[in-house]
Nanobody, 123 residues
């Protein structure tokens, strides 16, 4: 499975962005998926995850209420709608496919990763 993340960019604090993750194969539709992010000098951080049916989602406390994860299995795609962005959301965002039907907060539960898309929030 190959993953392509897109939609990153430069936005002012309080603004919005929508990230997309395109999977190369329908295989991903049977697996949970997730978003992680990394900033220089910090470890990879869990952002959000979604089950294969899209009926179960989990979020990091830092983004809860501001970010919404969704997926469209017919399009082999996953999305992350990011609203009320803050400067601390600045990071490279990665999408990933989980080993099971549900997403997880731990990066070790994912076995396929995209190349990342840069999100920069100016204050």
């Amino acid at each position: 499975v190959q993953l392509q993340a897109s939609g990153g960019g430069l936005v002012q604090a309080g603004g919005s962005l929508r990230l997309a993750c395109a999977a190369s194969k329908r295989t991903a539709s049977n697996n949970g998926m997730g978003w992680f992010r990394r900033t220089p000098g910090k470890e990879r951080e869990f952002v959000a995850a979604i089950s294969w049916r899209g009926d179960s989602t989990i979020y990091a406390d830092s983004v809860k209420g501001r970010f919404t994860i969704s997926r469209d299995n017919a399009k082999n795609a996953m999305y992350l709608q990011m609203n009320s962005l803050k400067s601390e959301d600045t990071a490279i965002y990665y999408c990933a496919v989980a080993r099971s039907s549900y997403g997880n907060r731990l990066a070790t539960y994912y076995n396929y990763w995209g190349q990342g898309t840069q999100v920069t929030v100016s204050s």
